[in-house]
């Protein structure tokens, strides 16, 4: 069972900046992706960004260039640093975990925390 738990979000105007971070419980962190994905109204559940130990990290074409993801195995802690933000980036991020290679599809994630929500006002 993994636990995770986001923070790090709120109001940011457009061209701004945001640190995500999201920590999960349990000794088997470096076993799982992490993944965030992010939502908005009436939208579907769109992938962000994922990452884990020894492998590539990799990201949505929207977000590539702008946005970093990052971890640290001693904190169980992923962090998504957001840059030049955008009206359109908001959304509830949600932070995720999964044992599938490369995952990119919410159906492949088992765990996931409540979500944080980020808005970037124009």
């Known amino acids: 069972q993994v636990q995770l738990v986001e923070s790090g979000g709120g109001l940011v105007q457009a061209g701004g900046s945001l640190r995500l971070s999201c920590v999960a419980s349990?000794?088997?962190?470096?076993?799982?992706?992490m993944a965030w994905f992010r939502q908005a109204p009436g939208e579907e559940r769109e992938f962000v960004a994922a990452?884990?130990?020894?492998?590539?990290?990799y990201y949505a074409d929207s977000v590539k260039d702008r946005f970093t993801m990052s971890g640290d195995n001693a904190k169980n802690t992923v962090y998504l640093q957001m840059n030049s933000l955008k009206p359109e980036d908001t959304a509830v991020y949600y932070c995720?975990?999964?044992?599938?290679?490369?995952?990119?599809?919410?159906?492949?994630?088992?765990?996931w925390g409540q979500g944080t929500q980020v808005t970037v006002s124009s």
């Open positions: 349990g000794r088997t962190f470096g076993a799982y992706f």
């Open positions: 990452r884990r130990s020894g492998f590539d990290t």
């Open positions: 995720a975990a999964s044992r599938i290679l490369y995952a990119r599809r919410s159906s492949e994630y088992d765990y």
